[in-house]
Every structure is written in C-alpha cells, then in structure tokens.
C-alpha cells in the first residue's frame, strides 16, 4: 500500500496533503491523478499541485475538513499513477557555456566532471516537469543525474537572462523571465518560455517530458 500522505489543516478552508521526501515521479503522478479527482469533489473549489505536495481549497459550509481529510485517506491507496494532463515530449534547444553558461566550469569542478562531459550528461538527462512556480512558466524538473547535482551559489544574481538553463541542487530549471537567482547557470535556449499574450501562456506543463539538445558548446 502507498503510504499516507500527511495531511494538515491550512486556516479553516485548506488542506495540505503532504508526502514524506524524497519527491519521485510516481508519487507526483499519483499527486495529479488525486487533483484530477478531487477537483470534481463537492465544495472543493481549486487544487494547488506542488512538489510531492497537494493543496485542496475547499468551503467549509459545503464539507467538513474532517470529512474531506477521510475521503483523501480513503482514495489514495486506490488512485493510479497518471501522467501530467496532455503530457508532451518537449524539445529544447541550449547553448551551452561561454556568457551563456556563466558557471559550467564552476559545475564541472564541483562535480569533478570535464565542462565537456557535464554538457554530454545534463544533455543526455530524460526530464519531467513536476510543477510550474516561482516564476511564472519556470519549471522544475527531475531527473537530473545525481552526479550532475551542485548546490546553488553563494551569492545570487540579480539578474538572469530569460531561458537561462541551470542547476540547483538535484534539480534543473529554465529561467522563463529576467529575474533574480541563484542557480549555477550553464546554458541558455532561445525559447520562449512564458508569453502572457498566447491562449497557453507556458511552454511547459506539470508532466511534460523534456530533453535539452546542444545546439552549441562554448568550453
């Protein structure tokens, strides 16, 4: 049996369902089957998937807390792992190092890897979008190789270019907006990421699949 989330009261019209680390794409797929359903529930008015997180926005004169914390308890063990809603194979092009990718070669010496050969690997990762945040359109992915992980610096930046490709921690990112930031940065694409004028104003989607594809090498 998949084990329970936790599940904690935010005010009196919120529900935290939160599940013990380490995030994993199963369990944020059975995050998002468990949001697909209890979108349809009764008196719940909006779900905020998050990272290995769940909060379910509901009116207290419709349900009880305790009442929908039981129905969560009682469908989890029974949901099915889904995929992201329409999940697409995402391409995206990055050139990598030089005033792209400020810190590849604060990477590649952190991880003990050749510039060259962390650009091989980071290029060669199967990635899946667990959730959009921080930014709008600014995806957080996993699937990074484990070798690759590199803390984030020290002193951030106050400005990183929009699509700006980099690491932090286990995780990689693309920067859809010029913002502040931390993330050791190791290429860039020329995609645009969040476009508030377009019908879906993201590129990238909760269950996207995304590989990067070098389009140059600056070492």
Known sequence: MADLPRLHALGDAALLCELPPPATL???????ALAREAGAWPGVGEVLPGM???????DP???DAAVLAQRVRA???E?????G???RTVEVPVDYGGEHGPDLHDVARHTGLSPAEVVKR????EYVVYLLGFLPGFAFMGGLAPELATPRRSEPRTAVPAGSVGIGGAQTGIYPSPSPGGWQLIGRTPLQLFDP??????????????????QSITL
């Open 52 to 58: 290995n997180n769940l909060t379910l926005l509901f």
């Open 197 to 214: 004028q377009a019908a879906s104003p993201t590129l990238l989607r909760p269950g996207d699949q995304v590989r990067f594809v070098a």
């Open 79 to 83: 949901l099915a792992a889904a995929p």
């Open 75 to 77: 469908r989890w063990p």
């Open 122 to 125: 980071h290029s060669a990762g």
């Open 26 to 32: 199963a369990v944020q797929r059975r995050l998002w």
């Open 85 to 87: 809603a329409d999940a």
């Open 61 to 63: 004169e419709q349900v």
